[in-house]
């Protein structure tokens, strides 16, 4: 064993990489750093000996980070019966990502993809160990015979549960084949067309840049006011926002990238208050994920100083 392996330093090196993965697998920066916080624990714990003992830390780690993840994936069910009104994956904020990413284009396509909201909701309609054998293998490029320590099935069964989570995204995705995608820029242009609409209280405009199907999904979480089921149809969805606008004084809308994507955020008195993810197909939109809960937007109101943001 090298000294390099057992080196503190290169140790902690490993935390961009494991939040990066516990961010996709439980949708919750918050959680993600608490777990990875846990497995450190831990390490730590562990006597010099039985640190030196681990063949590969990096491998240890994730196993341990993983194995926690999966737990709280299962609460995270019961809980969310619980939840007041929709549950929407935590944002995550413009440029903090984690992880240094593989050299293959194609591999960082689908790191990029990985993080934007849309596919952050498909993965909620996985189970805990569908979605661990996803992302790890999908996603990360892990073997499956290293997924299969972490979920306790054999890799045969770890390949069967990530087919069945690539069918569910196939499904997901199946409704925006019939058009294309736009792309950065032109998500870029209708996100500030849309954000200049609701300024302006155009509700035509509005009505005119939203998919006829479209559907926005607000989470507050019972601690800020959003609807408590999704709003479909853009004329339903633009009166919406209107009326919400005209409540009494409105706050700051600014462009930001939200999950790798343009979005828009929210600010009253310098406070974060939404913050809002698009999916955008040909020229409309068709998605709109509104996070309200202040729970979830921690990340958005504080500097973040502690080495996750490269």
């Known amino acids: 064993m090298s000294t390099s392996e057992t080196d503190p330093r290169a140790v902690f090196g490993e935390r961009r990489r494991l939040i990066a993965v516990a961010y996709r697998l439980l949708g919750s920066l918050t959680e993600a750093e608490d777990a990875v916080q846990e497995a450190y624990a831990r390490w730590y714990a562990m006597s010099p000996q039985q640190q030196g003992a681990v063949e590969s830390p990096g491998a240890w780690l994730t196993t341990v980070a993983g194995r926690i993840c999966l737990d709280l994936l299962g609460s995270a069910r019961v809980r969310r019966e619980r939840y007041v009104g929709a549950w929407i994956p935590e944002p995550l904020p413009g440029g903090t990502e984690w992880s240094d990413g593989p050299a293959d284009p194609a591999d960082r396509v689908a790191m990029d993809e990985s993080v934007n909201m849309a596919f952050l909701v498909v993965l909620e309609s996985m189970t805990p160990a569908e979605r661990v054998a996803f992302v790890l293998h999908d996603v990360f490029r892990y073997p499956f015979a290293e997924i299969a320590g972490i979920v306790a099935r054999s890799p045969a069964a770890c390949r069967q549960l990530a087919t069945s989570a690539r069918r569910r995204v196939r499904a997901a995705r199946a409704p925006a084949t019939a058009a294309t995608t736009a792309g950065q820029a032109g998500q870029a242009g209708l996100v500030r067309r849309f954000k200049e609409a609701w300024e302006a209280g155009d509700i035509e405009a509005l009505v005119g840049l939203l998919d006829p199907d479209a559907t926005m999904t607000a989470d507050g979480g019972g601690l ?41 955020v929210a600010r009253y008195a310098g406070t974060t208050v939404s913050v809002a993810a698009f999916e955008l197909t040909a020229d409309r939109i068709t998605r709109i994920w509104a996070v309200r809960n202040p729970e979830k937007l921690r990340a958005w109101n504080a500097d973040r100083t502690d080495g996750a943001t490269p």
């Open 224 to 264: 800020a006011g959003a609807a408590l089921r999704p709003v479909v149809g853009a004329e339903r969805i633009a009166q919406y926002l209107i009326h919400m606008a005209a409540k009494g004084p409105g706050p700051t809308l600014l462009e930001r990238t939200v999950n790798g994507r343009p979005g828009l």
